[in-house]
């Protein structure tokens, strides 16, 4: 299979699936290199902007803006990412 990819020294495929439960997107990679195939499992977390506040506050953080971007666009629900800035809580 890896050589019906078409380059022998690297390709990628992945197959990927969302696990509900856990808020997870779960992924299976297969890297071939040299003809040589090797698949890795990956899962990535996913968080709503009221958990993140939340997981913040508990670790003693006061979120301080909320960004949709890293231009530093304001976050909206249509935004593909959050990047939120604290500062510890006094």
């Excluded at 990927?16 to 290199?33: D, F, I, K, Y």
């Excluded at 506040?53 to 670790?59: A, I, P, S």
Aim: include cysteine.
């Amino acid at each position: 299979m890896c050589e019906s990819l078409g380059n022998p020294l690297s390709q990628e495929e992945f197959d990927r699936g969302w696990n509900a439960p856990h808020q997870r997107v779960e992924s299976r990679w297969t890297l071939c290199r040299r003809g040589s195939k090797h698949t890795y499992p990956m899962a990535i977390r996913l968080y709503t902007p009221v958990q993140m506040r939340q997981l913040f506050k508990q670790v003693g953080l006061k979120v301080e803006a909320a960004y949709g971007s890293p231009d530093g666009k304001r976050f909206r629900r249509t935004s593909h990412r959050l990047i939120l800035v604290g500062r510890k809580a006094r």
